[in-house]
């Protein structure tokens, strides 16, 4: 059974500042998924990715495979990006996430 | 191409009564997933399915709780005889199937049951 732990839990900044997600696993995995959870609830796919480092807007995301650790960074952060950050590992030889509990970001202008 | 779809938004059921959820994949997705979120905790995996199969219920509570997804039609999950602990918003989210698990969430029931 996969674990999955991120941290912060809760993480207060103010707008602009540079944000840090971090994710880390105990088995290996097929790949790592990054998700957005707005306040009213609705869930949005970031990034899926199994290697290396992938970018999107003020996203970036980075895994390290040999580490079973995942980051999820946020540059000139904006009070819209306020909400909780989910990762989640997807294990070898099925399809199945096991989710970690969620950073709650809030971004104070 | 609509994303995915699901209905009730929200659900009411007094104890006893059963719960019937709808979720209708992104077009040309052939697989779905169920996620529990119980309040103030993190999703949970419940069910995968693709049409006309069951692949992975490992994460279903054995009483009550069933799930399908038809050749035809939205892919249902079901909970009998609900008790206040099923209240929760439940996901379900689906992929293509081929080339890459990226998942795509859909908005959600949030079950209240009273």
């Known amino acids: 059974k996969n674990e999955v732990e991120q941290s912060p839990q809760n993480l207060t900044a103010q707008e602009g500042e540079f944000i840090t997600i971090n994710c880390s696993y105990s088995v290996g995995i097929s790949a790592l998924h990054w998700l957005q959870q707005h306040p009213g609830g609705g869930i949005v796919s970031l990034f899926m990715?199994?290697?290396g480092k992938k970018k999107h807007g003020r996203l970036i995301a980075t895994i390290n495979i040999q580490e079973k650790h995942s980051s999820l960074h946020i540059t000139a952060s904006h009070p819209r990006d306020s909400a909780v950050y989910i990762c989640a590992a997807e294990n070898f030889g099925n399809e199945k996430l096991t989710f970690g509990t969620g950073t709650r970001l809030t971004i104070i202008p | 191409n609509a994303g995915v779809m699901q209905n009730p938004r929200h659900l009411v059921r007094r104890r006893g009564q059963e719960a019937r959820l709808r979720c209708s994949p992104m077009?040309?997705?052939?697989?779905v997933y169920w996620y529990r979120q119980l309040p103030e905790e993190g999703l949970k995996f419940m069910v995968y399915l693709q049409k006309e199969n069951i692949i992975d219920e490992s994460g279903m509570p054995k009483e009550r709780f069933s799930a399908e997804f038809p050749k035809e039609g939205p892919s249902i999950l079901r909970i009998q005889q609900v008790v206040r602990g099923d209240s929760a918003a439940y996901f379900c989210?689906?992929?293509?199937?081929?080339?890459?698990?990226?998942?795509?969430f859909g908005p959600g029931t949030r079950l209240t049951v009273t």
């Open positions: 990715l199994s290697s």
């Open positions: 077009k040309g997705h052939s697989h």
């Open positions: 989210a689906s992929s293509p199937g081929t080339g890459t698990n990226e998942q795509y």
